[in-house]
């Protein structure tokens, strides 16, 4: 009984931990859009101002759709009439073994490449036709952890985080680094705004590359393998501040991982790639796709099988 009791007491702590953690997330993420808001009363229209902020889960509302996508290097097919569609506000993962074309299709995904035939339509504009202001307005709304953080190592993290607020929005330096230190301190790097990437373990760099992939309040959030490199201490502690900005903002979030923990851990919705059919070989929950696909790619992949 003694230890049910402290094991029901320790739950509750986690829990609570978890209230507040969220609770923190919404106060930061609200306090540096009122920010921007305020400095400039038209910034409710601006493109790279947030609106219309979905907290909670997911609704069936699609945001974006990818249709019939066929992908090309050269002569070569990468993937061939994949389609799908991620909801707003969900967690969806695109998984699959190495060589089977994630990475390739989030890079369809965010525009930085252009398929061979198909469309990706973000909130309804088609980005690898949109062009001008209609592409500069897609980007905009759109952040990206990259699998090796891509942060500037000769520039400060504070610099790091500021670089897109300088390039896109025009706010006064004072304001910028108000909202740079709101957006570490969401990913838990207050006090850091004066360090180098250098100066950094990988987990901090990672949390570094999250804070500016947020600051300029994307509604989408793309991560490439984030946890590549991580012990697991730190990957599920990245996984817990994922988690919370997700539930806390309300950010659409399309991840590419082989990570299982991760996986079980953080997504809502998977699709699964394989390379020899160039697509979709699986869609589904986690676990719906580890306990009832009868499909062995699925299985070995799974439970850690070799084909």
């Not at 229209?45 to 902020?53: K, V």
Request: net charge neutral; charged share 25%; aromatic share 6%.
């Amino acid at each position: 009984m003694d230890r049910q009791m402290a094991g029901c007491r320790s739950q509750g702590v986690r829990i609570r931990r978890q209230e507040e953690q969220k609770s923190g997330v919404e106060e930061n993420y609200f306090r540096s859009s009122d920010l921007r808001k305020r400095a400039a009363p038209g910034m409710d229209e601006a493109p790279y101002y947030r609106t219309g902020i979905t907290v909670g889960s997911p609704n069936t509302e699609p945001v974006i759709i990818v249709e019939n996508l066929t992908a090309r290097y050269g002569d070569v097919t990468i993937l061939e009439d994949v389609s799908f569609e991620v909801r707003r506000g969900e967690r969806l993962m695109i998984l699959g073994g190495s060589g089977c074309g994630k990475s390739t299709l989030l890079k369809h995904m965010i525009g930085l490449l252009k398929p061979y035939s198909g469309r990706i339509l973000i909130n309804g504009i088609d980005i690898a036709q949109a062009d001008g202001e209609a592409l500069h307005r897609v980007r905009r709304e759109i952040g990206v952890l990259f699998q090796a953080d891509a942060l500037f190592g000769s520039m400060s993290l504070a610099e790091n985080v500021a670089l897109p607020l300088v390039e896109y929005t025009g706010l006064p330096p004072e304001l910028i680094r108000e909202i740079v230190r709101m957006k570490l301190g969401l990913v838990h790097l207050a006090g850091y705004e004066n360090h180098m990437p250098a100066e950094l373990s990988g987990g901090m760099r990672k949390r570094a590359g999250l804070a500016r992939a947020m600051s300029l309040d994307p509604t989408f959030l793309f991560f490439d393998e984030p946890w590549a490199g991580l012990d697991p201490v730190t990957a599920a502690e990245l996984d817990i501040l994922i988690r919370s900005l997700n539930e806390g903002i309300g950010t659409t979030m399309v991840f590419v991982t082989q990570e299982l923990a991760s996986i079980f851990s953080l997504a809502e919705r998977a699709i699964m790639l394989h390379k020899d059919t160039k697509g979709i070989i699986a869609r589904g929950t986690p676990a719906d796709l580890r306990e009832k696909s009868t499909d062995p790619r699925v299985l070995h992949f799974f439970n850690r099988q070799a084909d």
